[in-house]
T-cell receptor
């Protein structure tokens, strides 16, 4: 069965510091992987996704993630944190056949990122 | 273009009541999924509908049901509400292995 583990429920960084949010997955088939961000009292916004091809994926707001099959990881990074990056971040894996639009997302428990001056 | 819309934004119910949540997908999207997000946790998959047919169901009791209409909008129904049903209910419409989420409906069961 597919699963997602996010290491660290809370991460705190200084403004301008590197952001690293960790995600490991378990999947019996090649996965599609996603990072979403959730601001307070809002829905989820897609940051980036990996389906096939290049393993280093660039997303919005300066975030990027690298798919490492050997490590079953998809960690999210940003070189320099901004105060506006403070939010909840969710890693997710897509399961099921992609044809016909069936692609259930399995989410990790989330990591709350705090950015302090 | 309008994103995924959900109504209502907030809802308060008492135990034993039923509730209907509504979702309108992005224009052109034929797939709608529902997720439950309990406070402090990641979203949990409830249902997915595609072309008005149920394509998948998560580990939720039969008190939860849904349907999709010819215009691809969807309703999620929950009967016999329990305190544990209090959560943010998210709707997502999908295309090309990507799901776009609405703002959610915050359900509080007292």
């Amino acid at each position: 069965a597919q699963s997602v583990t996010q290491l660290g429920s809370h991460v705190s960084v200084s403004e301008g510091a590197l952001v690293l949010l960790r995600c490991n997955y378990s999947s019996s088939v090649p996965p599609y992987l996603f990072w979403y961000v959730q601001y307070p009292n809002q829905g989820l916004q897609l940051l980036l996704k990996y389906t096939t091809g290049a393993t280093l994926v660039k997303g919005i707001n300066g975030f990027e993630a690298e798919f490492k099959k050997s490590e079953t990881s998809f960690h999210l990074t940003k070189p320099s944190a901004h105060m506006s990056d403070a939010a909840e971040y969710f890693c997710a894996v897509s399961v099921g056949p992609s044809s016909g639009g069936y692609n259930k997302l399995i989410f990790g428990a989330g990591t709350r990122l705090a950015v302090h001056p | 273009d309008a994103g995924v819309t959900q109504s209502p934004t907030h809802l308060i119910k008492t135990r034993g009541q039923h509730v209907t949540l509504r979702c309108s997908p992005i224009s052109g999207h034929k797939s709608v999924s529902w997720y439950q997000q309990v406070l402090g946790q990641g979203p949990q998959f409830i249902f997915q509908y595609y072309e008005k047919e149920e394509r998948g169901r998560g580990n939720f009791p039969d008190r939860f049901s849904a349907r999709q209409f010819p215009n691809y909008s969807s309703e999620l129904n929950v009967n016999a509400l329990l305190l544990g049903d209090s959560a943010l209910y998210l709707c997502a419409s999908g295309r090309d292995n990507e799901q776009f989420f609405g703002p959610g409906t915050r359900l509080t069961v007292l």
